[in-house]
Nanobody, 118 residues
């Protein structure tokens, strides 16, 4: 069974940085796509960034380009989200997710709260 456990969330002032981590377990994740999503109060969940197995293809939402960087360590089954220059509008619950390369079903972590104060 796929398990995704996020860590690294917290409270930070605007302009600060946080690094989220997501440890994956329960199976071999070779070839899987990993991603970060977020959901702010009253808003729908949105994609923040995704990364393929070989880490040579990444996607980032326009709202975070130039500020957030997704990376992965396949030996550790871990994906990271480095968040710099944080803004109050980045406040949300951040979810780690994983899916097989050509699949449509995402597996989800429990989420970690990120709060950016102005």
């Amino acid at each position: 069974q796929v398990q995704l456990v996020e860590s690294g969330g917290g409270l930070v002032q605007a302009g600060g940085s946080l690094r989220l981590s997501c440890a994956a377990s329960g199976r071999t994740f070779a070839g899987w796509i990993m991603g970060w999503f977020r959901q702010a109060p009253g808003k729908e969940r949105e994609s923040v960034a995704t990364i393929n197995w070989s880490a040579n293809s990444t996607y980032g939402a326009d709202s975070v380009k130039g500020r957030f960087t997704i990376s992965r360590d396949n030996a550790k089954n871990t994906v990271y989200l480095q968040m710099n220059s944080l803004k109050p509008e980045d406040t949300a619950v951040y979810y780690c997710a994983a899916r097989i390369r050509f699949g449509s079903t995402w597996f989800w972590g429990q989420g970690t709260q990120v709060t950016v104060s102005s």
